[in-house]
């Protein structure tokens, strides 16, 4: 099993003078260490007027600065968004982080999750998903071909050599933001990785990742040619302490970030309030406060405690066969110094027996892509919720600005 950190880049009000400046330089400074300590990546988002949630518009800036600060942890767009951007911006940026990183790129997708990003840029979240495989057929040529033109139903451009080209050829591996769960089985069909933004019990990791790996094996049906990259990966939770009551006074205010997700997505339709008229933060509090079993149902999913207390939950997620598990611990109002003492933690007590097991994996795996080992075929309607339908924002003055 692999290990990623996340980065959303949260900044739930009240805001300083500086608070946006720390905020940057504290996150590289996480990266820096985790790449000392031997993680394996660092996951870094893109979203605009997302007051908040995610102060994280330009995510090539901060992984490029990234690339410079570290040796070896693989650095990973998570997500561009192919919706917001021209097809020859990405693959322009794309291919100079992986000449910066000396090949350390890998390269996620999406569509983007909300009204309140799309609309600036003259999208719809009806017409997303169409614009994203328009633009996914549109760039990747682009990053190995000499020359190349395009004439899609979104995008247009004419007969020209997109520069410079990655250091990974043909290009860097592919990886789709998988919002909604049944996007993992897209994204197997599709011949890319899964990036799980949603939180999943070991049980429901096991059905998925037969989802994923089935289509992957049986139905895939790439959009274009391109090098395929079989892996699943889920965000979770994450806060390690010396003991679990500490892990958890420590993560308190982690689950902001779900609280966000919701807030911000939804319906086509959905109206927000106006920028800088309601704090989030606020409104999670008096939510956090008035709804108690689905924090608890949220956090108890998470790897939030001791060393013994996470290593007991990873062997579960183990079994499920997840290639990567990407770590959320920079969320709501966490503390730098938490954080970082957190994945020191993690690193020297937990990590090293899962990294040892990674070989053993990854002879699964191949079996599994060669078809000697079947996998069932399991019904994931089941676990289609992450903790229940009670995780919304309860407040009379949240449902108001969020009502759909």
């Known amino acids: 099993m692999k290990f990623g950190i996340f980065y959303e880049l949260q900044l739930p009000r009240p805001w300083g003078e500086h608070s946006e400046r720390d905020l940057y330089q504290n996150a590289l400074a996480q990266l820096e260490l985790a790449d000392r300590l031997g ?6 988002v893109e979203h605009h007027f997302l007051e908040e949630y995610s102060h994280s518009p330009a995510p090539e ?7 410079q600060r570290t040796k070896r942890i693989r650095l990973g767009h998570g997500i561009i968004q192919l919706t917001t951007n021209h097809p020859a911006r990405v693959a322009e940026r794309v291919a100079c982080l992986d000449l910066l990183s000396n090949g350390r790129v890998e390269f996620g997708i999406g569509e983007g999750a909300s009204v309140t990003e799309l609309e600036p840029f003259g999208r719809t979240m009806e017409e997303k998903r169409a614009v994203w495989e328009d633009a996914v057929r549109c760039i990747l040529p682009m990053l190995r071909e000499e020359g190349w033109q395009y004439d899609g139903p979104y995008f247009k451009f004419p007969l020209r050599n997109v520069l410079p080209k990655p250091l990974q050829r043909p290009h860097p591996p592919l990886w789709v933001a998988c919002s909604q769960l049944e996007t993992i089985e897209m994204c197997g069909r599709r011949g890319m990785g899964a990036l ?22 049986k139905r895939r049906d790439l959009l274009c040619d391109h090098a395929t990259n079989p892996n699943i990966a889920i965000v979770t939770y994450f806060m390690c302490a010396e003991t679990d009551e500490e892990a958890r006074r420590r993560a308190d205010g982690i689950t902001f970030f ?23 933060w606020d409104e999670y509090t008096r939510w956090r406060r008035d709804n108690p079993e ?3 149902r949220a956090l108890r999913g998470g790897l939030i405690g001791s060393p013994d207390t996470i290593r007991r939950k990873l062997r579960k997620f183990e079994t499920s066969n997840i290639d990567q598990v990407i770590l959320l611990n920079q969320a709501g109002n966490n503390t730098h110094a938490h954080i970082c003492e ?16 990674e070989p053993e994996h990854q002879a699964w795996k191949q079996k599994v892509l060669a078809g000697a080992i079947e996998l069932e075929e399991i019904d994931t309607e089941p676990y289609r919720e992450r903790y229940g339908r009670s995780f919304v924002p309860a407040s009379a003055a949240a449902a108001k600005v969020a009502a759909e």
Request: proline residues 3%; glycine residues 6%.
């Open 39 to 44: 993680y394996d990546y660092a996951w870094e």
């Open 61 to 67: 800036v901060f992984l490029g600065a990234a690339s």
């Open 196 to 217: 799980g933004f949603q939180f999943l019990s070991a049980e429901a990791a096991h059905a998925w990742v037969h989802a994923y790996y089935n289509s992957f094996v």
């Open 258 to 280: 779900q609280f966000c997700l919701r807030y911000y997505s939804g319906s086509a339709g959905r109206e927000r309030a106006a920028p800088g008229t309601v704090s989030l």
């Open 294 to 296: 689905a924090v608890e």
């Open 342 to 357: 957190s994945l020191d933690l993690f690193a020297r007590e937990v990590m090293p027996e899962f990294h040892a097991r």
